[in-house]
């Protein structure tokens, strides 16, 4: 069966569908867009809605000051999303619950905190998605002139996992006795100090927060470089990436599994659930007027601004826009899509803007425009032939685009028997088919 999850990237995963007619930009603010948009995802039975997080205004550090500052793309404010989570626990009752937190600018304990009261809250749905932050305007937010390296991050990325995993294993099923009769709160014996000292964590734990309903949350990584890749293999039970080349996404699959196997991990609980957006018509026409009419709102210059973020020290502007994409110099950023970004150019021969305008479009992801028929035969042909286990879905706005994936797209998955019918489980993990994990220090 496909898993799906919807990545909820208000206003847009299009960096100018906030523009369009039908579009509500204020749904990245407004908490009953939130909630509009929630329910629909949990009216099509999808696993989880999924929110992505930077802890800064993209583009903020590159420009000298306000007056200049007069960006034309969405997500620039938005609610913050573990809060929001909370949030939407209460409105909604079987669909995960998944959102960014950064390992290079939190703690682990906050962290460990915060997802397992979103887990206790919904009744099992949380899930954290574990990134290092590849936005430079981050740092000047947490006291640093530059954002730290790409191995260092990951290399802290590694041990907060484990302190943070360590902690949500403070409380032994049945830990909390709450006997009144005796005054006996917790049995001593099935609570458990971390005591981790490394290189970049010293946390004594434990954590105040009783075993989470799921064991502990559900664990999503979106970094496809070599060391997100090895993280997320030993840690992720799903993996946001991007493809947009099926032979390109059967060899990320495979790849990244086999790396589970090699840290003992059941390759089947590891979830590969790369990016798509979809434009959905009735007829092949109308997806076609919808696709175009939102590609007459994209903005160039906006677009170029997404490019230049990926090619490292290499100003792209200075280029002609209708050259071939070069061989881009190291970035500090998201060095996966970067490589993405050149392979596609490569093989598809495009030029430089046509890179930007792909990026501005779909934020480097498969992009399907067409019927439901033709977008669930795509998504059929990706899940038979190994290239992924489900998809992460985007929208070019809201709330609209969602609706129809739901109203048009859910039923056709249905009827060819690829999707399921009615929530089976009540918790992320059953969605998923992955089984809760032993608690560490519990006797075998």
């Known amino acids: 069966m496909m898993h799906l999850a919807a990545f909820l990237f208000t206003p847009g995963s299009h960096s100018s569908g906030w523009r369009h007619p039908d579009a509500i930009p204020e749904c990245d603010m407004d908490f009953a867009q939130y909630v509009r ?3 629909a995802a949990e009216r099509g039975k999808l696993d989880t809605i999924f929110f992505q997080d930077t802890v800064a205004v993209n583009g903020s550090a590159a420009l000298d000051g306000v ?3 007069r960006p034309k793309q969405g997500r620039q404010a938005y609610l913050e999303p573990t809060t929001l989570l909370a949030a939407l626990a209460t409105v909604t009752s079987r669909i995960g619950l998944i959102a960014t937190a950064t390992t290079t600018y939190n703690e682990p304990y906050n962290i460990a905190r915060r997802f397992a009261s979103i887990d206790h809250i919904s009744g099992g749905r949380a899930g954290w998605n574990l990134v290092t932050s590849q936005i430079e305007d981050e740092a000047g937010n947490f006291g640093a002139d530059h954002h730290m390296q790409h191995a260092l991050r990951y290399e802290r990325a590694e041990e907060f996992y484990d302190v943070v995993a360590g902690l949500w294993d403070s409380f032994e099923d049945g830990a909390l006795i709450r006997d009144k009769a005796s005054g006996d709160y917790i049995d001593p014996a099935k609570l458990h100090f971390l005591d981790h000292r490394g290189r970049h964590f010293t946390v004594r734990g434990p954590l105040n927060m009783a075993r989470c309903p799921q064991g502990r949350p559900i664990v999503s990584q979106a970094g496809s470089s070599d060391a997100g ?8 039970d799903l993996v946001f990436t991007a493809q947009s080349d099926m032979s390109e996404a059967q060899a990320f699959a495979a790849d990244l599994k086999a790396r589970a196997a090699r840290h003992g991990r059941d390759p089947a609980h590891v979830k590969v659930m790369p990016g798509l957006m979809t434009i959905i018509g009735r007829t092949e ?3 076609q007027q919808k696709y175009e009419a939102l590609q007459r709102l994209l903005d160039d210059t906006n677009a170029m601004r997404l490019l230049a973020r990926l090619c490292g020290d290499l100003d792209i502007h200075s280029l002609p826009p209708d050259a071939p994409l070069p061989e881009l110099p190291p970035s500090n950023a998201a060095k996966a899509r970067q490589r993405h970004l050149m392979e596609k150019a490569k093989r598809e021969n495009l030029s430089i803007i046509q ?3 792909y990026l501005g479009t779909s934020l480097g992801h498969q992009l399907l425009v067409g019927t439901p028929a033709r977008i669930a035969d795509s998504m059929e042909a990706w899940l ?4 992924c286990d489900g998809f992460t879905l985007m929208f070019p706005y809201y709330p609209t685009p969602l609706e129809d994936f739901v109203a048009l797209v859910v039923p056709e998955l249905q009827r060819r028997g690829l999707f399921r019918t009615e929530y089976r489980g009540h918790t992320l993990r059953e969605h998923l088919g992955i ?3 032993p608690n560490r220090f519990a006797a075998d």
């Open 37 to 39: 948009i929630a329910q």
């Open 67 to 69: 007056s200049r500052f």
């Open 435 to 437: 089984p809760v994990p």
């Open 384 to 387: 038979r032939e190994g290239a």
């Open 285 to 287: 026409a109308e997806a």
């Open 355 to 357: 890179v930007a305008r």
């Open 229 to 236: 890749m090895e993280l997320a293999a030993r840690t992720a």
